[in-house]
């Protein structure tokens, strides 16, 4: 079993900066690809971003490519996201998966762990 929690959500005004954590426990997530999903009211989940097991393979959605960036430290057991030049629609609750496989991911299914989540909301 994988525990995940994450962390670092909150209120930001847009042009601003976030940065999420989340941490890991019960078994090593040096093994897996990790995920950031969210899902903001009314909408259904979409993928945020993923990175390989290695750090050596990521990949982002369409809508915050360039603005956001996935990373993790295997040796704390932990994945990040930077948020960056946030949004409005960036709004959402955040949540960090840890997949089934080594490489990343855009399906929610392909993923066998999940957070809690955590709330941020983009003030314009």
């Known amino acids: ?24 426990s019960g078994r090593t997530i040096g093994t897996r690809a990790m ?9 259904e989940r ?8 290695s750090s050596g393979s990521t990949l982002y959605a369409d809508s915050v ?3 956001f960036t996935i990373s993790r ?6 994945v990040y996201l930077q ?3 946030q949004k409005p629609e960036d709004t959402a609750v955040y949540y960090c998966a840890a997949g089934g496989a080594y490489i990343p991911r855009y399906e ?15 003030s314009s």
């Open 1 to 24: 079993q994988v525990q995940l929690v994450e962390s670092g959500g909150g209120l930001v005004q847009a042009g601003g900066s976030l940065r999420l954590s989340c941490a890991a």
């Open 108 to 122: 929610a299914y392909t993923y066998d762990y999940w957070g809690q989540g955590t709330q941020v909301t983009v």
């Open 83 to 85: 948020m960056n030049s």
């Open 73 to 78: 430290d295997n040796a704390k057991n932990t």
């Open 65 to 67: 490519k360039g603005r």
């Open 46 to 53: 979409e993928f945020v971003a993923a990175i390989s097991r």
């Open 35 to 43: 995920g950031w999903f969210r899902q903001a009211p009314g909408k």
